[in-house]
């Protein structure tokens, strides 16, 4: 076993304690101790931007229009098509736009590499990684994270970077690329670059979860820091009256930020190898093998049975799981065993997965796309409006 599966299978188990799905003494020791260290972990989120609005610690600025969208929570808000829309919208309104992304769960140096580097202190002149120089595709899925990867494959004229640090990464865009407009990816709580713009993302069906934060849930800060976002898009949203009381909720906390309501529409169904693309109605009737290691893989989950699908058979990795071929060969056959048809993943998971060259079952992606809900106006005249009115425009 490696450190990624040791580190998998803690996040598991913190999962299951915190949605409260183990009982015994041990786990209910277990989740008080996760509570204590979620009140320390509080402490120093609040001490650290405490630091920075009494200018103790310096925001950084780079002198072009930088968007930040992010959560509050950890995961599941539907974040990379947000990122995906706004960076298409810009390119196609003639910006020359660059994604600054971390690259979660992307693959390590090797140890003695980076002791070397912190020692040495190599990684600030060491060059961000180029996922994409917005001309071609320049690393694979594994040294770039899934969610980069799969940024930098749909977006043809768009750079993607990772780096932890965002600011030299924007200068690296900037000074190489010409980059006049920068999307921090997973952005909000990074406070060492001063947005234009700060977008925040909130799940609608399950906003702050348990209002505990991390690791006794799954809050990043804490609910009034809301007030930092300039636009809160209400994501997955049905349109429902429900929402009234969670607009009002929001309202307290940040009465100037306008609140967008949107969906996660899905668009087709693509095959994970061959490319060949399939109309959702081809789930209508089909019995159905799901599986997925995304944060929120009940929607995902929905989607399927929508569209008329049948899970006769499913298997849930961890968020970012990085599939096996042994792994993909016993779900087939366990697919196979329970008589399903067909394969459905997500486009995220789709990335993760390795080659194979012996498919006793199709594996379909379903690709989905963001739409606006609230008002008359879809994402492009959205974008549009909300860049106009922060460049002074």
């Known amino acids: 076993m490696n450190l ?3 580190e998998e299978r803690a996040e598991t188990y913190i999962t299951d304690l915190i ?38 610690f310096r ?39 660059a994604i600054l992304s971390r690259g979660y769960r992307s693959k390590r140096k090797p140890l003695p590499q980076a002791v070397a580097d912190l020692f040495l202190k190599r990684s600030r002149q060491s060059p961000p990684r180029v996922v994409s120089d917005g001309q071609r595709l320049l690393l694979d899925s594994e040294m770039a994270g899934d969610e980069p990867y799969m940024l930098a494959s749909n977006l043809t004229d768009v750079v993607v970077l990772v780096d932890k640090d965002r600011v030299k990464s924007g200068r690296y865009a900037i000074r190489e690329f010409g980059a006049d407009t920068l999307i921090l990816d997973d952005g909000f709580q990074y406070l060492f670059l001063k947005p234009r713009m700060n977008i925040l993302l909130i799940d609608s069906t399950a906003p702050f979860d348990n209002h505990h934060p991390l690791p006794r849930g799954f809050l990043r800060e804490p609910i009034e820091n809301l007030r930092r976002a300039d636009f809160i898009f209400l994501t997955k949203s049905s349109g429902g009256e429900h929402l009234r009381h969670l607009k009002r909720f929001i309202k307290r906390h940040n009465h100037r930020a306008e609140i967008i309501e949107c969906t996660h529409r899905p668009l087709y169904l693509e095959d994970v190898y061959s490319k060949e693309k399939s109309e959702l109605s081809l789930l209508k009737g089909k019995k159905l093998a799901s599986i997925c290691g995304i944060a929120a893989p009940e929607s995902f989950e929905k989607f399927l049975r929508t569209f008329g699908g049948d899970i006769v058979y499913q298997q849930r990795f961890a968020d970012h799981h990085r599939y096996s071929q042994q792994e993909l060969i016993d779900f087939i056959n366990a697919a196979v065993e329970h008589d399903a048809e067909l394969i459905i ?18 594996i379909l992606l379903m690709r989905v796309e963001i739409d606006i809900l609230s008002g008359h106006e879809n994402f492009n005249q959205c974008i549009s409006r909300i860049c106009l009115k922060t460049m002074g425009g």
Not at 345 to 362: F, I
């Open 4 to 6: 990624r599966d040791l």
């Open 59 to 97: 925001h950084r600025t780079l002198g072009c229009l930088v968007v930040s969208v992010g959560n509050i929570t950890v995961g599941g808000t539907g974040k990379t098509p947000v990122v995906e829309v706004f960076s298409r919208s810009l390119a196609r309104q003639g910006r020359r736009v």
């Open 19 to 56: 949605r409260g799905r183990r009982h015994s003494k041990l786990d209910l020791a277990a989740r008080s101790f996760l509570f204590v260290l979620s009140r320390i972990y509080l402490f120093f989120v609040q001490w650290r931007i405490t630091l920075y609005q009494q200018r103790i």
């Open 345 to 362: 993943t997500t486009e995220k998971d789709a990335v993760r997965m390795p080659m194979l060259e012996r498919r006793d079952l199709s």
